[in-house]
């Protein structure tokens, strides 16, 4: 083992999660804001132009599915997605202005930490998750990267640090009786609650609800800087897998990692 190495990761997961923890701040804060319209500031603006988008994709809907909806009633559901959505938009772009504070090598950490917590997130749906729930992988990346990027330290806490083994064990997950308590039902609310259809949205199987989503993960992400930074760190951690170091995620759990989360 090296130890040197080891240290060095958990000082980039560390600078990882401070970005991530702004990230959510930022969420948080603009959710908690009450804005007032003004035609003339950059977000109304923003937000028009992501409207002109949807509006100029309706001509690219195939023929047959385009039949069953009007262009009237296509431009009335953009408009309500929008409005439903439009938080999501100033999120992202003030996370987008957030990022030219940070220098590349903070960008790339911030990478290394999230695929890591993305990695966790998935091992603990599979076990945690509703007995009748079934993975979407198509949208899973997404809604994680989404929820992650709303977590505060306590709530990230939480998830990580608590004990796995305490509860949702396999026998108790694969039997019919009664329902399982799940001491992760809480911090997990949120991400089941994202999959459900909204009602005022008016759809079933239009992608709105992932379209509305990615408009606060994208700027944040998955831009071509970002996609950069994204194969930087999956190379630095395959790097540190091949060099047998101890288990990856262990960092997580360990004692002194505990003080920042």
């Avoid at 701040?25 to 949807?54: C, E, F, H, S, W």
């Avoid at 504070?101 to 990695?119: A, G, I, K, P, S």
């Avoid at 992932?210 to 996609?227: C, E, F, H, T, Y």
Wanted: with cysteine.
């Amino acid at each position: 083992m090296n130890y040197h190495a080891e240290q060095r990761l958990v000082q980039r997961l560390e600078r990882g999660l401070y970005v991530l923890f702004h990230m959510a701040d930022i969420a948080r804060d603009t959710y908690k804001t009450k804005q007032k319209i003004n035609p003339l500031v950059p977000d109304v603006t923003g937000r028009l132009l992501v409207l002109t988008r949807m509006l100029e994709e309706y001509h690219e809907i195939p023929r047959n599915k385009r039949r069953l909806m009007s262009f009237q009633e296509y431009a009335s559901h953009a408009y309500t997605v929008l409005k439903w959505g439009y938080r999501e938009v100033d999120i992202g772009r003030r996370r987008l202005k957030f990022r030219g504070y940070l220098d590349e090598q903070t960008e790339v950490d911030f990478h290394v930490t999230l695929r890591m917590l993305r990695e966790l997130m998935e091992r603990m749906l599979l076990r945690h998750g509703p007995k009748v729930w079934h993975r979407d992988a198509r949208n899973e990346y997404s809604m994680i990267s989404w929820f992650l990027l709303k977590q505060s330290p306590q709530s990230l806490a939480k998830l990580l640090l608590s004990p796995q083994d305490e509860c949702c064990g396999l026998e108790e997950k694969a039997s019919e009786s009664g329902l399982r308590k799940c001491q992760f039902s809480d911090p997990l609310d949120n991400y089941w609650k994202a999959w459900k259809n909204v009602p005022g949205l008016g759809c079933q199987a239009c992608d709105c609800k992932r379209r509305v989503r990615s408009w606060s993960v994208k700027p944040a992400l998955i831009d071509d800087q970002g996609r950069q930074y994204n194969r930087a760190a999956e190379k630095y951690l395959k790097d540190m897998w091949t060099q047998r170091h101890a288990g990856l995620h262990q960092v997580f759990t360990m004692g002194y990692f505990n003080i920042v989360l």
